[in-house]
């Protein structure tokens, strides 16, 4: 049973069936969870899809529903207003942040396509830590130790479906590697904000992000004569971009500089058309791999 807590209200607990009531409250967390939990519990996602999740406000009655849960997930690098609430629940809500202790990498980490580029910044962590498929690994391992915790009676599927879980992101894993350090290309121009640090970073690829680390934040028309400069100049066959970046632009972009624009997905929120086809974190870092292998030339 999915709940999307911005939309309506939700029962806690659900006491003909006995279930577990369980917060995410990004789209990932959300995914990694239902894969181990299944049917076991009753699972919310605070951020409903289409929605924006580094800025996303919560509502005093969403604080009142997360209050009388079992569990709440979250990722406390995306949003740090979430990890204000987190410290403000009651005891009786067993409260984990499936993102601490992951590896993070800091901008400053990542060769940039342009150090000249005026998105270009050597602070700040790179949020987007389910792109690095050691840390997937882990926050599977962190979501399955607490449903256990909680729900000891059903360990032994929570521990069978981790299992599973964790070898589908094991072999997605392989899959990149198979593809991604055999490219011609090495520039990913990203017409969107920080988000691929992690791919970028694994397979020595030079990074450009148009936006800096904020989905929403407007670029000038000044950044935009530079990025269409650099893509001519260096004859750049194609463009990333991601569902948050104004398509006008994008289509401008792709018009001036005779490239051809491909879209990747970060994954921190889920459209709503992928939501309600039922995509998930496998079949969209497939995804991913098939525009990153188009766009990066990469030999398969």
């Not at 997937?136 to 059903?154: G, H, P, Q, S, Y």
Request: charged share 25%.
């Amino acid at each position: 049973m999915l709940c999307l807590l911005a939309f309506a209200g939700c029962n806690s607990y659900d006491a003909q069936k006995n279930k577990l009531s369980v917060f995410a409250d990004i789209f990932p967390i959300y995914d990694f969870t239902r894969s181990v939990a299944k049917d076991k519990i009753n699972l919310s996602m605070a951020i409903p899809p289409g929605a924006e999740p580094h800025h996303f406000e919560f509502r005093t009655r969403n604080i009142i529903e997360i209050q009388n849960l079992d569990i709440f997930f979250y990722c406390g690098l995306v949003n740090p207003k979430i990890n204000k609430l987190a410290k403000t629940l009651n005891n009786k809500v067993l409260v984990i942040d499936v993102c601490l202790d992951t590896k993070t990498i800091h901008y400053g980490d990542l060769r940039f396509a342009s150090h000249k580029h005026p998105s270009y910044r050597t602070s700040g962590i790179d949020p987007h830590v389910w792109l690095d498929f050691d840390n997937a690994v882990m926050i599977a391992e962190k979501i399955k130790t607490a449903l256990i915790k909680v729900d000891v009676k059903n360990k032994k599927i929570y521990t069978e479906n981790a299992e599973k879980l964790k070898q589908s992101i094991s072999d997605i894993s392989n899959q990149y590697n198979e593809v991604l350090p055999y490219c011609k290309e090495k520039d990913i121009i990203h017409l969107g904000h920080f988000s691929f640090g992690y791919i970028a970073k694994k397979f020595n690829f030079n990074y450009m992000p148009v936006q800096g680390f904020s989905p929403v934040s407007e670029t000038s028309a000044k950044e935009i004569i530079k990025i269409i400069k650099y893509i001519t100049k260096n004859k750049t066959k194609y463009v990333f971009t991601d569902s948050f970046f104004n398509p006008k632009l994008a289509e401008t972009i792709k018009r001036e500089s005779a490239s051809e624009i491909l879209v990747l997905n970060p994954m921190g929120a889920i459209a709503k058309k992928d939501f309600s086809s039922g995509k998930n974190y496998s079949t969209i870092s497939r995804e991913n791999l098939d525009v990153l292998s188009k766009g990066m030339r990469c030999r398969k």
